[in-house]
């Protein structure tokens, strides 16, 4: 089956019955992480991102052909056990509503890459005070819940949560969720391709270690003002500016629907629609 040959993410079809994977409470049950592997998994990549980081330098230094060839195994490998897809900020509004816990962790991805604790990750679970996830984190290392300013289990709310992710999206961040072992869901990162391991693997080395949104971008055109600030910000180079009817115009093979460009946009021009109803981008993932 072709990541890239269906009208919806391949995941919708194995692990959500037809409907949005990531949406359905049973892929984040706690009963999932009995699984000795998935529990093992998890402390692996959290132990493990200096050898990721190895892995995807390793990606940018083989030629683009080799790398081309070795895509579809690379990504084969990956999507049963570590696995992501991009979501906007209304998608995280209906997670947030049905998971009981949000706990707010320190990046992998950052650690491996810039040295310091960044705190752009959020592990979910449907159990009280961060439930089995944050147990399994806190065994394999306690500093990924505080640091010298912050002690002890950051847990927020939904609203909280809600803001904070407003907040990455000004910063140009992209939110996806994670699978352990899929289709268990553990947490949700904050995306950047400088410091993110999945982003640059996807978008610098075009090895894509997720799915593209349910969602594509689309720009009201009388609206639109042909400011750019929407294509300064995206973070897949999925906007140009139309020097001839000074309008931003999005590219439909590049986007990955997260909506960051509408966070950048002040006359609201910018809206998402189903992937479904694009048949230039239903396909896409």
């Known amino acids: 089956m072709s990541y890239n040959n269906l009208q919806m993410c391949e995941f919708c079809h ?3 019955e037809g ?5 359905q409470a049973k892929n984040y049950a706690e009963d999932l992480l009995s699984d000795v592997r998935r ?3 998890m402390k692996r990549y959290l132990r493990g991102g200096r050898a990721l980081k190895a892995s995807v330098d390793k990606l940018g230094r083989i ?3 080799v790398r081309r060839a070795i895509r579809p195994t690379v990504v084969r490998k990956m999507k049963p056990h570590h696995y992501g897809q991009v979501v906007p900020i209304e998608e995280l509004d209906r997670i947030f509503g049905f998971v009981n ?3 707010r962790i320190a990046c992998l991805c950052r650690r491996a ?6 705190r752009y990750c959020y592990a979910l679970s449907l159990g009280p005070g961060g439930g089995e996830v944050a147990k399994i984190i806190e065994e394999t290392d306690p500093s990924y819940f505080g640091g010298p300013d912050i002690r002890g289990m950051e847990l927020l709310s939904k609203d909280e949560a809600l803001r904070a992710h407003r907040g990455h999206e000004r910063e140009g961040l992209c939110h996806t969720v994670w699978t352990f072992q899929a289709p268990f869901i ?6 950047e391709e400088s410091s993110c391991l999945a982003m640059t693997s996807t978008v610098t080395h075009k090895v894509p270690l997720f799915f593209k949104a349910e969602f594509i971008a689309r720009t009201d055109r009388d609206l639109c003002n042909g ?5 300064k910000i995206c973070p897949f180079s999925a906007l140009e500016y139309d020097k001839r009817n000074h309008k931003a115009v999005i590219l439909n093979r590049r986007c990955y629907g997260c909506g960051i460009c509408r966070s950048a946009c002040e006359r609201d021009a910018i809206l998402l629609v189903s992937r479904s109803e694009v048949p230039s981008a239903r396909r896409l993932w």
Do not use: E
């Open 63 to 65: 030629p683009g052909f």
């Open 19 to 23: 409907k949005t994977w990531y949406l």
């Open 113 to 118: 890459t810039v040295g310091s604790d960044q």
């Open 186 to 191: 553990g947490g949700i990162c904050n995306c």
């Open 101 to 103: 816990s949000i706990v």
């Open 14 to 16: 194995q692990h959500g």
């Open 227 to 231: 400011c750019a600030k929407c294509v």
């Open 39 to 41: 529990r093992k998994l």
